[in-house]
Protein backbone atom coordinates (compact mmCIF):
# COMPACT_ATOMS: atom_id res chain seq x y z
CA UNK A 1 0.00 0.00 0.00
CA UNK A 2 1.44 3.40 -0.92
CA UNK A 3 1.62 6.30 1.92
CA UNK A 4 -1.21 8.04 0.49
CA UNK A 5 -3.30 4.88 0.57
CA UNK A 6 -2.54 4.23 4.20
CA UNK A 7 -3.13 8.50 4.71
CA UNK A 8 -6.83 7.95 2.91
CA UNK A 9 -7.90 5.35 4.61
CA UNK A 10 -6.65 5.89 8.49
CA UNK A 11 -8.13 9.24 8.01
CA UNK A 12 -10.66 9.20 5.50
CA UNK A 13 -9.12 12.03 3.66
CA UNK A 14 -6.97 13.03 1.36
CA UNK A 15 -3.15 14.28 2.44
CA UNK A 16 -2.56 18.41 2.09
CA UNK A 17 1.05 16.87 1.08
CA UNK A 18 3.35 14.26 0.34
CA UNK A 19 7.43 14.61 1.14
CA UNK A 20 10.10 12.55 1.01
CA UNK A 21 13.70 13.22 2.43
CA UNK A 22 16.84 10.55 1.95
CA UNK A 23 18.77 9.03 4.79
CA UNK A 24 22.92 9.77 3.79
CA UNK A 25 26.12 8.33 4.12
CA UNK A 26 29.40 10.47 4.77
CA UNK A 27 31.95 10.21 2.11
CA UNK A 28 34.69 11.86 4.86
CA UNK A 29 34.64 14.73 8.00
CA UNK A 30 33.34 12.48 10.58
CA UNK A 31 32.89 13.63 14.00
CA UNK A 32 34.11 17.22 12.54
CA UNK A 33 30.31 18.40 12.61
CA UNK A 34 30.15 19.56 16.12
CA UNK A 35 33.85 21.13 15.98
CA UNK A 36 32.90 23.43 13.55
CA UNK A 37 34.65 21.78 11.01
CA UNK A 38 33.98 20.26 7.40
CA UNK A 39 31.84 17.19 6.08
CA UNK A 40 31.07 15.62 3.23
CA UNK A 41 28.24 13.43 2.94
CA UNK A 42 25.76 12.38 -0.19
CA UNK A 43 22.15 11.43 0.23
CA UNK A 44 21.41 7.70 -0.54
CA UNK A 45 18.21 6.14 -2.65
CA UNK A 46 16.51 5.32 0.41
CA UNK A 47 14.70 7.10 2.67
CA UNK A 48 10.64 8.43 4.17
CA UNK A 49 8.11 9.59 2.78
CA UNK A 50 5.45 11.40 4.88
CA UNK A 51 1.97 12.35 3.94
CA UNK A 52 0.59 14.93 6.00
CA UNK A 53 -2.34 17.23 6.70
CA UNK A 54 -2.50 20.23 9.16
CA UNK A 55 -5.14 20.02 12.11
CA UNK A 56 -7.24 22.86 14.55
CA UNK A 57 -5.72 21.61 17.10
CA UNK A 58 -2.61 20.38 18.57
CA UNK A 59 -3.38 16.83 18.31
CA UNK A 60 -0.88 14.44 16.07
CA UNK A 61 -1.88 11.14 14.50
CA UNK A 62 0.72 9.40 13.38
CA UNK A 63 0.52 6.34 11.14
CA UNK A 64 4.06 4.07 10.35
CA UNK A 65 3.50 1.41 7.54
CA UNK A 66 6.17 0.00 9.45
CA UNK A 67 4.12 -0.70 12.17
CA UNK A 68 0.80 -2.39 11.74
CA UNK A 69 -2.19 -1.14 13.62
CA UNK A 70 -4.12 2.25 14.00
CA UNK A 71 -2.17 5.43 13.90
CA UNK A 72 -0.81 6.32 17.23
CA UNK A 73 -2.75 9.68 18.78
CA UNK A 74 -0.38 12.19 20.93
CA UNK A 75 -2.22 15.11 22.37
CA UNK A 76 0.68 15.53 25.27
CA UNK A 77 3.56 16.12 22.74
CA UNK A 78 6.38 15.49 26.03
CA UNK A 79 5.16 12.45 26.62
CA UNK A 80 5.82 10.98 23.11
CA UNK A 81 7.45 7.75 23.45
CA UNK A 82 10.55 5.95 21.01
CA UNK A 83 10.83 6.51 17.73
CA UNK A 84 7.37 9.31 17.72
CA UNK A 85 9.73 11.42 19.34
CA UNK A 86 11.70 12.14 16.38
CA UNK A 87 8.51 13.01 14.70
CA UNK A 88 6.63 15.50 17.31
CA UNK A 89 9.89 17.07 18.58
CA UNK A 90 10.35 18.78 15.36
CA UNK A 91 6.45 20.52 16.02
CA UNK A 92 7.48 21.24 19.38
CA UNK A 93 10.38 23.13 18.30
CA UNK A 94 8.10 25.33 16.79
CA UNK A 95 6.11 26.02 19.00
CA UNK A 96 2.93 28.56 18.40
CA UNK A 97 4.32 28.56 14.50
CA UNK A 98 2.12 25.44 14.47
CA UNK A 99 -1.25 23.08 15.65
CA UNK A 100 -1.39 19.61 14.99
CA UNK A 101 -0.82 17.58 11.78
CA UNK A 102 -2.67 13.76 10.46
CA UNK A 103 0.60 12.06 9.12
CA UNK A 104 0.88 8.73 7.46
CA UNK A 105 4.59 7.87 7.21
CA UNK A 106 6.53 4.73 4.87
CA UNK A 107 10.25 4.32 5.21
CA UNK A 108 12.73 2.05 3.13
CA UNK A 109 16.07 2.97 4.31
CA UNK A 110 17.94 -0.20 5.99
CA UNK A 111 16.91 -0.04 10.18
CA UNK A 112 19.69 -0.08 12.21
CA UNK A 113 22.37 0.68 9.29
CA UNK A 114 23.73 4.34 10.58
CA UNK A 115 21.82 5.78 7.72
CA UNK A 116 20.24 8.62 9.24
CA UNK A 117 16.55 7.63 9.74
CA UNK A 118 16.23 9.97 12.01
CA UNK A 119 17.34 12.59 10.50
CA UNK A 120 15.12 12.10 7.53
CA UNK A 121 12.35 11.54 9.98
CA UNK A 122 13.19 14.81 11.47
CA UNK A 123 13.59 16.48 7.35
CA UNK A 124 10.60 14.92 6.33
CA UNK A 125 8.20 16.45 8.47
CA UNK A 126 9.94 19.86 9.36
CA UNK A 127 9.52 19.88 4.78
CA UNK A 128 5.88 19.00 5.00
CA UNK A 129 4.96 21.48 8.43
CA UNK A 130 6.71 23.81 6.57
CA UNK A 131 4.69 24.09 3.68
CA UNK A 132 1.59 23.11 5.29
CA UNK A 133 1.60 25.95 7.80
CA UNK A 134 3.45 28.57 5.30
CA UNK A 135 6.61 29.06 7.22
CA UNK A 136 9.02 30.14 4.41
CA UNK A 137 11.89 28.04 6.04
CA UNK A 138 14.79 27.24 3.76
CA UNK A 139 16.00 23.58 3.91
CA UNK A 140 19.17 24.86 5.92
CA UNK A 141 17.00 26.21 8.23
CA UNK A 142 14.67 23.19 7.56
CA UNK A 143 17.67 20.86 8.25
CA UNK A 144 18.56 23.30 11.79
CA UNK A 145 15.14 22.62 12.79
CA UNK A 146 15.62 19.10 12.80
CA UNK A 147 18.96 18.76 14.57
CA UNK A 148 17.24 21.01 17.53
CA UNK A 149 14.50 18.57 17.85
CA UNK A 150 17.18 15.66 18.07
CA UNK A 151 19.01 17.62 20.46
CA UNK A 152 16.44 19.19 22.86
CA UNK A 153 13.79 16.76 22.35
CA UNK A 154 15.18 13.74 22.25
CA UNK A 155 18.01 13.87 23.60
CA UNK A 156 20.98 13.12 20.98
CA UNK A 157 23.81 15.67 21.14
CA UNK A 158 24.25 15.41 17.47
CA UNK A 159 25.85 17.78 14.76
CA UNK A 160 24.15 19.04 12.06
CA UNK A 161 25.32 17.22 8.95
CA UNK A 162 22.98 14.14 8.72
CA UNK A 163 19.75 16.91 8.92
CA UNK A 164 22.06 19.29 6.26
CA UNK A 165 22.76 16.57 3.76
CA UNK A 166 18.82 14.90 3.58
CA UNK A 167 17.51 18.46 3.51
CA UNK A 168 20.30 19.76 0.80
CA UNK A 169 21.75 17.22 -1.20
CA UNK A 170 21.39 16.89 -4.76
CA UNK A 171 21.12 13.59 -7.20
CA UNK A 172 24.83 13.25 -8.71
CA UNK A 173 26.68 15.17 -6.09
CA UNK A 174 28.05 14.92 -2.16
CA UNK A 175 27.51 18.22 -0.23
CA UNK A 176 30.41 19.83 1.29
CA UNK A 177 29.64 21.70 4.58
CA UNK A 178 31.33 24.24 6.04
CA UNK A 179 29.79 23.41 10.05
CA UNK A 180 30.40 26.86 11.21
CA UNK A 181 29.23 29.48 8.34
CA UNK A 182 26.32 26.82 6.99
CA UNK A 183 27.81 27.80 3.84
CA UNK A 184 27.56 24.67 1.65
CA UNK A 185 28.46 23.56 -1.95
CA UNK A 186 27.45 20.89 -4.29
CA UNK A 187 30.78 18.71 -5.67
CA UNK A 188 29.67 16.52 -8.28
CA UNK A 189 30.83 12.76 -7.94
CA UNK A 190 30.20 11.26 -10.75
CA UNK A 191 31.32 7.63 -9.70
CA UNK A 192 29.94 5.34 -12.66
CA UNK A 193 31.86 7.24 -15.39
CA UNK A 194 35.17 6.61 -13.27
CA UNK A 195 34.09 2.79 -13.72
CA UNK A 196 33.50 3.08 -9.58
CA UNK A 197 31.07 2.30 -7.16
CA UNK A 198 30.69 3.32 -3.42
CA UNK A 199 29.22 -0.28 -1.57
CA UNK A 200 27.98 0.51 1.17
CA UNK A 201 28.90 -2.83 3.95
CA UNK A 202 25.50 -2.83 6.47
CA UNK A 203 27.32 -4.64 9.63
CA UNK A 204 23.92 -5.50 10.72
CA UNK A 205 25.65 -4.47 14.42
CA UNK A 206 23.80 -1.75 15.62
CA UNK A 207 25.10 0.88 19.02
CA UNK A 208 22.85 3.44 20.08
CA UNK A 209 24.56 6.51 19.81
CA UNK A 210 22.84 7.97 22.67
CA UNK A 211 24.15 5.47 25.09
CA UNK A 212 26.42 8.53 26.31
CA UNK A 213 29.54 7.44 24.07
CA UNK A 214 28.94 10.36 21.36
CA UNK A 215 28.27 12.54 24.05
CA UNK A 216 31.73 11.84 25.80
CA UNK A 217 33.37 12.44 22.59
CA UNK A 218 31.33 15.63 21.99
CA UNK A 219 32.50 16.81 25.46
CA UNK A 220 36.60 15.43 25.23
CA UNK A 221 36.27 17.85 22.34
CA UNK A 222 35.04 20.75 23.91
CA UNK A 223 37.39 20.43 27.24
CA UNK A 224 40.21 20.37 24.67
CA UNK A 225 39.12 23.65 22.89
CA UNK A 226 38.83 25.32 26.19
CA UNK A 227 42.18 24.25 27.04
CA UNK A 228 44.06 25.63 24.06
CA UNK A 229 41.73 29.05 23.95
CA UNK A 230 40.18 28.48 21.10
CA UNK A 231 36.31 28.52 19.95
CA UNK A 232 36.45 25.15 18.44
CA UNK A 233 38.87 22.25 17.13
CA UNK A 234 38.14 23.77 13.56
CA UNK A 235 40.66 27.14 14.65
CA UNK A 236 43.47 24.74 15.75
CA UNK A 237 46.39 25.73 13.17
CA UNK A 238 49.33 24.16 14.91
CA UNK A 239 48.38 20.78 15.26
CA UNK A 240 51.92 19.43 16.52
CA UNK A 241 51.95 22.66 19.36
CA UNK A 242 48.57 21.70 20.29
CA UNK A 243 49.23 18.06 20.37
CA UNK A 244 52.53 18.88 22.80
CA UNK A 245 50.14 20.65 25.57
CA UNK A 246 47.49 17.79 25.52
CA UNK A 247 47.66 14.42 27.06
CA UNK A 248 45.06 11.38 26.79
CA UNK A 249 41.79 11.38 25.19
CA UNK A 250 42.05 14.60 24.61
CA UNK A 251 45.06 14.51 22.76
CA UNK A 252 43.83 12.10 20.82
CA UNK A 253 40.31 13.37 19.74
CA UNK A 254 42.48 16.62 18.68
CA UNK A 255 44.90 14.29 16.78
CA UNK A 256 41.74 13.17 14.74
CA UNK A 257 39.71 16.08 14.27
CA UNK A 258 41.97 18.40 12.77
CA UNK A 259 43.64 15.80 10.35
CA UNK A 260 39.96 14.77 9.41
CA UNK A 261 38.95 18.42 8.48
CA UNK A 262 42.67 18.81 6.41
CA UNK A 263 41.57 15.57 4.75
CA UNK A 264 38.06 16.23 3.67
CA UNK A 265 39.56 19.80 1.92
CA UNK A 266 42.20 16.97 0.26
CA UNK A 267 39.38 15.07 -0.67
CA UNK A 268 37.54 18.19 -2.03
CA UNK A 269 41.15 18.90 -4.30
CA UNK A 270 41.42 15.76 -5.76
CA UNK A 271 37.27 15.21 -6.39
CA UNK A 272 37.78 18.93 -8.42
CA UNK A 273 40.85 17.67 -10.56
CA UNK A 274 38.41 14.83 -11.90
CA UNK A 275 40.76 12.29 -9.52
CA UNK A 276 38.44 10.36 -7.63
CA UNK A 277 40.06 6.93 -7.84
CA UNK A 278 42.66 8.63 -5.54
CA UNK A 279 40.79 9.33 -2.56
CA UNK A 280 41.06 5.70 -1.57
CA UNK A 281 43.94 6.23 0.72
CA UNK A 282 42.16 9.63 2.49
CA UNK A 283 39.47 7.24 3.32
CA UNK A 284 41.52 5.04 4.83
CA UNK A 285 43.51 7.52 6.50
CA UNK A 286 40.32 8.44 7.82
CA UNK A 287 39.57 5.11 9.07
CA UNK A 288 42.51 4.31 10.82
CA UNK A 289 42.25 7.57 12.43
CA UNK A 290 38.81 7.21 13.65
CA UNK A 291 39.68 3.57 15.05
CA UNK A 292 42.59 4.81 17.47
CA UNK A 293 42.35 8.67 17.77
CA UNK A 294 38.42 9.13 18.15
CA UNK A 295 37.86 5.36 19.34
CA UNK A 296 34.77 5.11 17.86
CA UNK A 297 35.12 1.87 15.36
CA UNK A 298 33.89 -1.50 16.12
CA UNK A 299 36.11 -5.08 15.63
CA UNK A 300 32.49 -5.40 12.44
CA UNK A 301 33.56 -2.36 10.89
CA UNK A 302 37.07 -2.85 10.98
CA UNK A 303 37.15 -5.98 9.44
CA UNK A 304 34.51 -5.33 6.72
CA UNK A 305 37.17 -2.31 6.05
CA UNK A 306 40.53 -4.15 5.70
CA UNK A 307 38.64 -7.27 4.09
CA UNK A 308 37.11 -4.56 1.48
CA UNK A 309 41.15 -3.64 1.07
CA UNK A 310 42.19 -7.11 0.64
CA UNK A 311 39.57 -7.82 -1.97
CA UNK A 312 40.85 -5.43 -3.75
CA UNK A 313 38.96 -2.27 -2.57
CA UNK A 314 40.62 0.98 -3.19
CA UNK A 315 39.68 2.57 -0.20
CA UNK A 316 37.50 1.86 3.18
CA UNK A 317 36.35 3.46 5.86
CA UNK A 318 33.18 3.19 8.97
CA UNK A 319 30.94 6.22 8.20
CA UNK A 320 28.54 7.76 10.39
CA UNK A 321 28.77 7.92 14.09
CA UNK A 322 30.47 4.81 14.88
CA UNK A 323 30.20 1.96 17.40
CA UNK A 324 28.21 -0.24 14.47
CA UNK A 325 26.00 0.67 11.31
CA UNK A 326 27.93 0.99 8.00
CA UNK A 327 31.27 1.48 6.38
CA UNK A 328 31.74 2.52 2.95
CA UNK A 329 34.13 0.89 0.31
CA UNK A 330 35.05 2.81 -2.97
CA UNK A 331 35.69 0.19 -5.72
CA UNK A 332 36.07 -0.01 -9.52
CA UNK A 333 32.93 -1.70 -11.15
CA UNK A 334 34.71 -5.22 -11.87
CA UNK A 335 36.09 -5.59 -7.75
CA UNK A 336 32.80 -5.57 -6.53
CA UNK A 337 32.24 -9.18 -6.44
CA UNK A 338 35.35 -9.94 -5.02
CA UNK A 339 34.96 -6.79 -2.36
CA UNK A 340 32.05 -8.47 -1.37
CA UNK A 341 33.40 -12.52 -1.06
CA UNK A 342 36.31 -11.25 0.89
CA UNK A 343 33.89 -9.70 3.19
CA UNK A 344 32.13 -12.39 3.41
CA UNK A 345 34.36 -14.65 3.83
CA UNK A 346 35.70 -12.59 7.24
CA UNK A 347 32.40 -12.53 8.63
CA UNK A 348 31.62 -16.17 7.86
CA UNK A 349 35.19 -16.77 9.71
CA UNK A 350 34.32 -15.28 12.47
CA UNK A 351 30.57 -16.88 12.84
CA UNK A 352 29.31 -13.19 12.28
CA UNK A 353 25.60 -12.77 11.29
CA UNK A 354 26.46 -11.95 7.19
CA UNK A 355 26.92 -8.45 6.26
CA UNK A 356 24.38 -6.77 3.78
CA UNK A 357 25.74 -4.93 0.69
CA UNK A 358 24.17 -1.75 -0.62
CA UNK A 359 25.44 0.10 -4.01
CA UNK A 360 25.23 4.03 -2.97
CA UNK A 361 24.51 6.36 -5.16
CA UNK A 362 24.33 9.87 -4.28
CA UNK A 363 20.67 10.77 -4.33
CA UNK A 364 18.49 13.80 -4.05
CA UNK A 365 17.68 15.53 -0.76
CA UNK A 366 14.10 16.51 0.53
CA UNK A 367 11.65 16.93 -1.96
CA UNK A 368 7.99 16.97 -2.49
CA UNK A 369 6.37 14.60 -4.31
C1 LIG B 1 26.18 11.13 13.79
C2 LIG B 1 25.69 12.55 14.09
C3 LIG B 1 26.34 13.56 13.15
C4 LIG B 1 27.86 13.40 13.10
C5 LIG B 1 28.25 11.94 12.90
C6 LIG B 1 29.74 11.72 13.01
O1 LIG B 1 25.75 10.71 12.54
O2 LIG B 1 24.30 12.62 13.97
O3 LIG B 1 25.98 14.86 13.52
O4 LIG B 1 28.45 13.93 14.25
O5 LIG B 1 27.60 11.08 13.83
O6 LIG B 1 30.41 12.34 11.96
Redesign the pocket.
Known amino acids: MSVVEAFRQAYSAEPTTVWRAPGRV ?1 LIG ?5 NDGFVLPFAVPWGITAALSPRQDRTIRLLSLQSSGEPVVISDWDAAQGWTRYVVGVPAMLGERVQGADIAIDGDLPAGAGL ?1 SSAALEVVVGSALNEVYGLGMTPMEIALLGQKAENDFVGMP ?5 QAASALCEEGRALFLDCRSLGSRNIPLDLASHGLRILIIDTGVHHE ?1 ADGQYAKRRADCESAAGRLGVDALRDVTDLAGALSVLQGDERKRVQHVVTENHRVEAVIGLLRAGAIAEIGALLNASHLSLRDQYEVSSPELDVAVEAALRGGARGARMT ?2 GFGGSAIALVAEERVPAVQEAVLAAYEERGWKEPRFLPATPAAGAHKI
Do not use: Q
Open positions: NEHTDYSCGIMDLGG
